[in-house]
């Protein structure tokens, strides 16, 4: 492994001392050598700063900071992906865990044997409070996947098939743009996208990382307040200015981001309404939605 690419592991913290023994546990029991792991504390007031002290004195690949000021979730993210210096980057989120010794090596050799793979991910599995097993997640098939495609089918399901942060590896020279901080619940999907619109998504079928789910974590509280639904509609719309989306997309798509665009009486989601349905035209609308409805009772 002397030739190893250097992956830097980056753990953002805040507030994150429930969860995070077993985070860092997962992170220390790897068995690739080359790491940096960074961590950055974004003004914790729970015990966190002394587990990240008691952790960092035990093991010499762990360099950790507290912001001199609270950044928030996005740039706290993007402060720790500015200060990596590894070839590949891995984030693993401190309510999260990797499942495996050999996640981080799996993945890096599989970017360093395919350099047209830009984004590495894995089937997870979602765990809650106590570690226990809600459900384990595998959307696409082993091997290499067009990263447009992958795009493209993300777009006709509405949602994010990939996974979270915690979930994937991907090559850091492609990732120069960071996290977009309009976004706030789908920011990583529309990161991903990114990534995939310059190279291929690469996919290992075993289980490598856990997302934890609980009624503490940023994702319940940006689904109460509508975060993901406004999002993924802005999202789309986006993409779907795009001349290589605009050409592959299918009625299916429109049908869907229509039906979305009705959750919300926004100006912006009313006017993307009325455009997707001059483009949709009522007669497939309602063709579509015949079809949903039938899909959905065969269920």
Request: aromatic share 10%.
């Given at each position: 492994?002397?030739?190893?690419?250097?992956?830097s592991?980056?753990?953002?913290?805040?507030?994150?001392?429930?969860f995070?023994r077993?985070?860092?546990?997962?992170?220390?029991?790897?068995?690739?050598?080359?790491?940096?792991?960074?961590?950055?504390?974004?003004?914790?007031?729970?015990?966190?700063?002394?587990?990240?002290?008691?952790?960092a004195?035990?093991d010499?690949?762990?360099?950790?900071?507290?912001?001199p000021?609270?950044?928030?979730?996005?740039?706290?993210?993007?402060?720790?992906?500015?200060?990596?210096h590894?070839e590949?980057?891995k984030?693993?989120?401190?309510?999260?865990?990797?499942?495996?010794?050999s996640?981080?090596?799996?993945?890096?050799e599989?970017?360093?044997?395919?350099?047209?793979?830009?984004?590495?991910?894995?089937?997870s599995q979602?765990?809650?409070?106590h570690?226990?097993?809600?459900?384990?997640?595998?959307n696409f098939?082993?091997?290499?996947?067009n990263?447009?495609?992958?795009?493209m089918?993300?777009?006709?399901?509405?949602?994010?098939?990939?996974?979270?942060?915690?979930?994937?590896?991907?090559?850091?020279?492609?990732?120069t743009?960071?996290?977009?901080?309009?976004?706030?619940?789908?920011?990583?999907?529309?990161?991903?996208?990114?990534?995939?619109?310059?190279?291929?998504?690469?996919?290992?079928?075993?289980?490598?990382?856990?997302?934890?789910?609980h009624?503490?974590q940023?994702t319940?509280?940006?689904?109460?307040?509508?975060?993901a639904?406004?999002?993924?509609?802005?999202l789309?719309?986006?993409?779907?200015a795009?001349?290589?989306?605009?050409?592959?997309?299918?009625?299916?798509?429109r049908?869907?981001?229509?039906?979305?665009?009705?959750k919300?009486?926004?100006?912006?989601?009313?006017?993307?309404?009325?455009?997707?349905?001059?483009?949709?035209?009522?007669?497939?609308?309602w063709?579509?939605?015949?079809k949903?409805?039938?899909?959905?009772?065969?269920?």
């Amino acid at each position: 492994m002397a030739n190893a690419s250097l992956v830097s592991i980056l753990v953002p913290v805040y507030n994150g001392e429930r969860f995070l023994r077993e985070c860092l546990d997962s992170i220390l029991d790897q068995d690739y050598e080359p790491l940096e792991i960074l961590i950055a504390d974004d003004g914790s007031t729970d015990g966190s700063v002394a587990l990240l002290t008691d952790y960092a004195a035990r093991d010499a690949r762990i360099r950790w900071w507290r912001n001199p000021q609270n950044l928030g979730l996005v740039e706290n993210w993007n402060c720790l992906l500015q200060s990596a210096h590894g070839e590949y980057i891995k984030f693993v989120f401190q309510d999260d865990k990797l499942l495996s010794p050999s996640a981080v090596r799996m993945m890096a050799e599989t970017l360093d044997g395919q350099p047209g793979i830009i984004l590495v991910a894995s089937a997870s599995q979602v765990i809650d409070e106590h570690s226990s097993i809600l459900e384990t997640r595998d959307n696409f098939p082993a091997g290499v996947s067009n990263g447009r495609q992958v795009v493209m089918r993300c777009l006709k399901h509405c949602g994010n098939l990939i996974g979270e942060p915690t979930v994937v590896m991907f090559r850091q020279r492609q990732a120069t743009m960071g996290f977009n901080s309009q976004y706030r619940q789908i920011v990583d999907l529309e990161f991903f996208f990114q990534l995939l619109e310059q190279g291929d998504l690469g996919y290992v079928p075993k289980p490598l990382a856990a997302f934890r789910r609980h009624a503490d974590q940023a994702t319940v509280k940006n689904h109460r307040a509508s975060f993901a639904n406004q999002e993924q509609l802005l999202l789309m719309k986006k993409y779907l200015a795009k001349p290589w989306v605009s050409q592959q997309v299918k009625r299916e798509v429109r049908f869907h981001l229509l039906r979305g665009c009705r959750k919300s009486d926004a100006p912006e989601m009313l006017a993307l309404q009325a455009e997707t349905m001059r483009q949709l035209g009522r007669g497939w609308f309602w063709t579509c939605w015949l079809k949903h409805k039938i899909t959905n009772f065969l269920k």
